[in-house]
């Protein structure tokens, strides 16, 4: 299973203080992010940041929720694609510069960040957030005497971030939602029932909070929200948009809808049609929980074959990638799916996963399954072979992980012990979104990349196409 990206909560309420209303909003998110989490509110004056390591109600009770004052702000749920997980690294980032007070949260990778950390004539920036963060000072630093000032500063210095950004940001009296160009990462706008308004990750945090969607933030474009209501600006050159074709996959809740399409509709298509591409004569289809399940329907809705569980999730266990060291892994699969032998003892299974990207996750499942009894082990995956190292958000860039960079998919249905192992195509997936011309990210199962990805990655992946 792939790592995560982070989720990002922004509100402006016209009637109330927000940081209950933030704190559902990260709730709703926390699948996006399991490291950290971090509110920061403003009463009109003055910005009062809160964040830790942890799950969010691991991080929040009520004192601190008391003590974050105010009626607009912005949370964060953190991943860490780049940098370690310290209390450092956690956002929303912060920068008083003069009188103003600015605060950030970020979800995504920026790819130029050696460039923009020489300019800044940092020598060491921990993490491209916080190289964000400096670079917005000092621009909101060089700019003091104007009154728009955040607005401003990033219509200067968000041209020069090259990348995936998905960005909530303040200062003491408006919210910012603002899209990379290629809008690599979700963003959406809600409206509230007071006349606020809230930006967000992903529309199932809208609905957990009571706010009606409204549209997506459009790649490349920054939304400012003050008392005045919402302004667009688009600071960037226009490109052809490049979601995250994972965000359908696996990132998302089942009930978002990106560019206008269920996604839970959209895995159910994608297991329909692993089906047609890759059928076999089985007893029982049982999903990889949770995000194989709606492919899983789909695949048993296609084929006829009964869908059943055979795997129980623990819920209470954060997800197993989470952990950043292969021991850590390891042990998590075993906290987190236990099987169930009476359905899948001398049967023939489908089990349906929705990606294979390292390998030793699914190499467990397998066995797992097999050691509960199950005759055969057939496994379906809802997403083509992930053979290229993702520089947007995901914690891929190590291409020399990658099973499917290495193997041959007969070597990897060898290499997982399963008795057969098919894919979905590319052309397939795309289909199933249902929005297949919309403009997609596939660079890691494609090998093409929509922006410049660095150079220190790996200098030869671009060779080996
Ligand atoms: S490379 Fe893959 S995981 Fe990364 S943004 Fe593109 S589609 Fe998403």
Same mark, same amino acid.
């Given at each position: 299973?792939?790592?995560?990206?982070?989720?990002?909560?922004?509100?402006?309420?016209?009637?109330?203080?927000?940081?209950?209303?933030?704190?559902?909003?990260?709730?709703?998110?926390?699948?996006?992010?399991?490291?950290?989490?971090?509110?920061?509110?403003?009463?009109?004056?003055?910005?009062?940041?809160?964040?830790?390591?942890?799950?969010?109600? &691991?991080?929040?009770?009520?004192?601190?929720?008391?003590?974050?004052?105010?009626?607009?702000?912005?949370?964060?749920?953190?991943?860490?694609?780049?940098?370690?997980?310290?209390?450092?690294?956690?956002?929303?980032?912060?920068?008083?510069?003069?009188?103003?007070?600015?605060?950030?949260?970020?979800?995504?990778?920026?790819?130029?960040?050696?460039?923009?950390?020489?300019?800044?004539?940092?020598?060491?920036?921990?993490?491209?957030?916080?190289?964000?963060?400096?670079?917005?000072?000092?621009?909101?630093?060089?700019?003091?005497?104007?009154?728009?000032?955040?607005?401003?500063?990033?219509?200067?210095?968000?041209?020069?971030?090259?990348?995936?950004?998905?960005?909530?940001?303040?200062? &003491?009296?408006?919210?910012?939602?603002?899209?990379?160009?290629?809008?690599?990462?979700?963003?959406?706008?809600?409206?509230?029932?007071?006349?606020?308004?809230?930006?967000?990750?992903?529309?199932?945090?809208?609905?957990?909070?009571?706010?009606?969607?409204?549209?997506?933030?459009?790649?490349?474009?920054?939304?400012?929200?003050?008392?005045?209501?919402?302004?667009?600006?688009?600071?960037?050159?226009?490109?052809?948009?490049?979601?995250?074709?994972?965000?359908?996959?696996?990132?998302?809740?089942?009930?978002?809808?990106?560019?206008?399409?269920?996604?839970?509709?959209?895995?159910?298509?994608?297991?329909?049609?692993?089906?047609?591409?890759?059928?076999?004569?089985?007893?029982?289809?049982?999903?990889?929980?949770?995000?194989?399940?709606?492919?899983? &329907?789909?695949?048993?809705?296609?084929?006829?074959?009964?869908?059943?569980?055979?795997?129980?999730?623990?819920?209470?266990?954060?997800?197993?990638?989470?952990?950043?060291? &292969?021991?850590?892994?390891?042990?998590?699969?075993?906290?987190?799916?236990?099987?169930?032998?009476?359905?899948?003892?001398?049967?023939?299974?489908?089990?349906?996963?929705?990606?294979?990207?390292?390998?030793?996750?699914?190499?467990?499942?397998?066995?797992?399954?097999?050691?509960?009894?199950?005759?055969?082990?057939?496994?379906?995956?809802?997403?083509?072979?992930?053979?290229?190292?993702?520089?947007?958000?995901?914690?891929?860039?190590?291409?020399?992980?990658?099973?499917?960079?290495?193997?041959?998919?007969?070597?990897?249905?060898?290499?997982?012990?399963?008795?057969?192992?098919?894919?979905?195509?590319?052309?397939?997936?795309?289909?199933?979104?249902?929005?297949?011309?919309?403009?997609?990210?596939?660079?890691?199962?494609?090998?093409?990349?929509?922006?410049?990805?660095?150079?220190?990655?790996?200098?030869?992946?671009?060779?080996?196409?």
């Amino acid at each position: 299973m792939p790592g995560e990206a982070c989720g990002v909560f922004a509100a402006y309420s016209t009637t109330q203080r927000v940081s209950h209303l933030i704190y559902f909003g990260l709730f709703a998110l926390q699948h996006r992010g399991q490291e950290s989490a971090g509110i920061a509110t403003s009463d009109g004056e003055t910005v009062t940041v809160f964040k830790d390591l942890g799950l969010v109600p &691991q991080v929040f009770d009520e004192p601190a929720l008391a003590g974050l004052d105010g009626h607009l702000g912005i949370g964060h749920t953190r991943y860490s694609t780049m940098g370690s997980t310290t209390w450092a690294n956690a956002q929303p980032a912060h920068r008083q510069v003069g009188s103003t007070s600015v605060a950030l949260g970020h979800n995504g990778n920026l790819t130029n960040t050696a460039e923009l950390a020489a300019a800044l004539g940092v020598s060491e920036a921990t993490t491209d957030s916080d190289l964000m963060a400096e670079g917005l000072a000092r621009a909101i630093d060089d700019g003091r005497s104007d009154a728009r000032g955040l607005e401003l500063a990033l219509m200067g210095v968000a041209p020069t971030w090259q990348g995936a950004f998905s960005l909530v940001l303040m200062d &003491q009296g408006r919210i910012v939602g603002l899209r990379d160009p290629h809008g690599f990462r979700p963003l959406c706008l809600g409206s509230l029932p007071d006349g606020g308004w809230v930006i967000a990750s992903e529309s199932a945090a809208l609905d957990l909070v009571g706010a009606r969607f409204v549209r997506e933030v459009a790649a490349g474009e920054m939304l400012v929200i003050d008392a005045g209501g919402p302004r667009s600006y688009h600071p960037f050159p226009e490109v052809k948009p490049g979601l995250c074709l994972f965000e359908f996959v696996y990132f998302a809740r089942p009930d978002t809808h990106m560019y206008g399409r269920s996604i839970h509709a959209a895995r159910h298509e994608m297991g329909r049609r692993l089906c047609e591409e890759h059928p076999v004569d089985a007893d029982v289809v049982v999903p990889v929980p949770e995000s194989g399940i709606p492919a899983a &329907q789909g695949y048993a809705a296609a084929s006829g074959i009964p869908y059943t569980d055979g795997l129980v999730k623990n819920r209470y266990v954060g997800r197993t990638f989470i952990e950043p060291t &292969q021991l850590l892994r390891d042990q998590g699969i075993r906290l987190k799916l236990n099987p169930i032998p009476e359905t899948l003892r001398g049967r023939r299974v489908v089990l349906v996963d929705d990606s294979i990207v390292r390998g030793s996750t699914t190499k467990k499942l397998v066995s797992m399954v097999r050691e509960a009894g199950a005759a055969e082990v057939h496994l379906r995956i809802s997403s083509p072979p992930y053979r290229w190292p993702c520089f947007y958000g995901m914690d891929t860039s190590d291409r020399d992980t990658l099973i499917a960079a290495r193997l041959g998919i007969e070597e990897i249905r060898h290499h997982l012990g399963a008795d057969s192992l098919g894919y979905l195509s590319l052309e397939a997936l795309l289909e199933a979104t249902g929005v297949a011309d919309a403009g997609f990210c596939t660079a890691c199962l494609s090998g093409r990349y929509p922006a410049e990805v660095p150079v220190t990655a790996d200098k030869f992946q671009l060779e080996r196409r």
